[in-house]
């Protein structure tokens, strides 16, 4: 397997004349052994297919593409979009038919404007999207059955975070609507160019075989996010301008009203949201 090390990634960050940006939250991994973490951490079978966002110069899809059927990699930035599918054909030809590229902004991602539906999502993801690319792309795409993402080591913490810990908070419930997650690892700030001021983590995550409810999701959300704005609220003070009759909403659901957004289960939300 031919990977990008510092000099490589150098050396086409040179010839794009690309200067990595906050903006598009672009740091780009230039370790092998740390893509290679990634790839094994995911779990993939030959079956897979993946998606990557935000796939930058190549590092992590040149790995991922020997573990999968396919890869589809969706893409901000048109130059690296563009000179994507050279560097897989350059460095992996075996594989460089596996690829597929997507120039799309991940947030605005739908079913249609993919080649063929993925499975797993592998992502070193933005540090500033992170939870809401996650959390769209689950919705939108109903094949994605599992994931593990890279984000930075606070947001790792949250998303995988369980209920009664002081972390846990709307991107822990949210995710745990769709999925079991987990932390997977953790990643040092030296394996990136340009080195971020945070360290990474790694979240694995399984979406559950079946959904947890039939709820509509806006509604649970909305129950969540209103029992989060202000974490030292009760839920009954919470919730008061989210519905007037919060005591008897929160009777039939058989929540306490005296407990507090981060002691709830997702379970619990569900039944609220229900009522």
Do not use: C
């Not at 289960?265 to 949201?273: H, K, L, N, P, S």
């Amino acid at each position: 397997m031919s990977l990008l090390g510092p000099a490589e990634v150098r050396r086409l960050a040179a010839e794009l004349d690309i200067r990595p940006t906050k903006k598009l939250g672009q740091n780009f991994v230039h370790d092998p052994n740390t893509v290679r973490k990634i790839v094994a951490a995911a779990g993939l079978t030959e079956d897979d297919v993946v998606l990557e966002v935000g796939p930058g110069l190549g590092s992590l899809t040149l790995a991922l593409l020997p573990s999968a059927s396919q890869v589809v990699a969706v893409e901000i930035d048109p130059p690296l979009a563009r000179r994507l599918p050279q560097t897989v054909a350059e460095m992996d030809p075996e594989n460089a038919g596996k690829l597929h590229v997507v120039l799309k902004d991940a947030m605005k991602v739908t079913q249609e404007d993919l080649p063929v539906q993925p499975t797993a999502i592998v992502a070193n993801l933005p540090y500033n999207i992170a939870v809401p690319v996650v959390l769209h792309l689950l919705a939108e795409l109903p094949s994605l059955r599992k994931g593990l993402v890279m984000v930075q080591a606070e947001v790792a913490d949250r998303m995988a975070a369980k209920p009664g810990s002081k972390i846990y908070g709307v991107p822990s419930v949210k995710l745990a609507w769709y999925a079991e997650a987990k932390k997977a690892g953790a990643i040092g700030k030296n394996v990136f160019w340009p080195a971020p001021n945070v360290d990474s983590g790694l979240v694995w995550f399984q979406r559950h075989e079946k959904p947890l409810s039939t709820v509509d999701r806006k509604k649970l959300f909305a129950v969540v996010d209103a029992a989060f704005a202000q974490r030292r609220k009760t839920l009954r003070a919470a919730l008061r301008g989210h519905t007037a009759n919060v005591d008897e909403v929160l009777a039939k659901a058989g929540v306490d009203p005296q407990l507090r957004g981060e002691q709830l289960t997702v379970i619990d939300f569900i039944r609220i949201a229900e009522v």
